[in-house]
């Protein structure tokens, strides 16, 4: 293939990252630095731990800067001294003006989503909390406001029954690498037409996708057991989905739910636990019940339902607080 000249900065800091920046590495695009997070302290022993995009642009040779505050006199003047024809920002956090305005090329983004639904932090999970049966990923130019700069490409993908918020990303990580390579192909050959959003959607209702927070992931018992599966899969593996049990003795422990399925012979009245004690554990909605198929409690490792069961009476469960 041939060598691509055009200068660029890669932003980012996760596993999702690193799949792009690993894509532009490998077909011979001109990667000229990589800017991530600082070093944190993370495991029981608090070893300083590298991001994993710092791990890979470490392992074949790039320069990495990780500022702390990205308006860092000496960070800017690093960045300045890049030179950079074009930023490509991949999960990585919010940027100053003063850095996305950069590059003479400009700084583009991928976003989760087929914009402009779901702006925001989190729109792998509403995707699926919501029910959706498909999602995708768009490149789009960083402007003022977030997530609303003009559109350069989408591509869709389906959003199948059993996904996860965990699949979804999963398999979004190497779609939006395989677009992330064709939108900064497209800008090297000067074949880009950007698009504003507004003439992506035709529907009238756009939804959000803010960052979601423990009390948010709280199930209630009393929608419908759709509504409720599709939270739990929304939210696993992470942050995940969690109720609290009401024992008899009356203390309140804490579980996460990571899958469910909807029973087709049980209902129970919401917030009613039914159980055989050895192979399943049912909770009642709206409608139909739930049954938890795999499962966490506080301070314990996460196992299936029957594995639970061996070591832990379901009689002693009183209901759902």
């Known amino acids: 293939m041939e060598d691509r000249n055009l200068r660029i900065v890669f932003m980012g800091t996760p596993d999702f990252a690193v799949e792009s920046l690993k894509a532009l590495v490998e077909n011979k695009f001109n990667v000229v630095g990589v800017i991530t997070a600082p070093d944190r302290p993370a495991g029981r022993g608090q070893k300083l731990t590298q991001s994993p995009v710092k791990e890979y642009a470490v392992e074949v040779g790039l320069p990495v800067l990780q500022p702390e505050k990205?308006?860092?006199?000496?960070?800017?003047?690093?960045?300045?001294?890049?030179?950079?024809?074009?930023?490509?920002?991949?999960?990585?956090?919010?940027?100053?003006?003063?850095v996305w305005n950069m590059p003479r090329l400009g700084s583009l983004n991928l976003h989760g989503s087929l914009l402009p639904q779901y702006r925001g932090a989190a729109p792998i999970n509403w995707a699926v909390i919501n029910g959706d049966k498909k999602t995708g990923v768009t490149t789009f130019f960083l402007q003022h406001e977030i997530d609303t700069g003009n559109i350069i490409m989408q591509e869709e993908m389906p959003i199948l029954d059993d996904d996860t918020a965990g699949s979804v990303h999963d398999k979004m990580m190497v779609l939006g690498a395989e677009v992330i390579l064709k939108t900064v192909d497209a800008i090297h050959k000067n074949e880009v037409k950007a698009v504003p959003q507004n003439e992506f959607s035709n529907e009238s209702e756009l939804r959000p996708a803010p960052k979601i927070f423990k009390e948010d992931c709280k199930i209630d018992w009393n929608n419908s057991s759709e509504a409720i599966r599709n939270k739990i899969r929304g939210l696993s593996p992470y942050p995940t989905a969690w109720t609290e049990l009401e024992m008899n003795n009356g203390k309140l422990i804490s579980i996460k739910i990571f899958n469910a399925i909807i029973s087709d012979k049980l209902q129970l009245k919401p917030g009613t636990i039914e159980s055989d004690n050895k192979t399943f554990i049912a909770i009642g909605t709206n409608d139909k019940a739930i049954l938890i198929t795999d499962i966490q409690l506080a301070g314990k490792k996460r196992m299936l339902t029957q594995e639970l069961l061996r070591g832990f009476d379901s009689e002693q469960i009183k209901g759902i607080k």
């Open 70 to 98: 990205l308006k860092n006199e000496d960070f800017l003047n690093q960045l300045r001294d890049l030179k950079a024809d074009l930023q490509v920002i991949v999960a990585f956090r919010m940027l100053p003006e003063v």
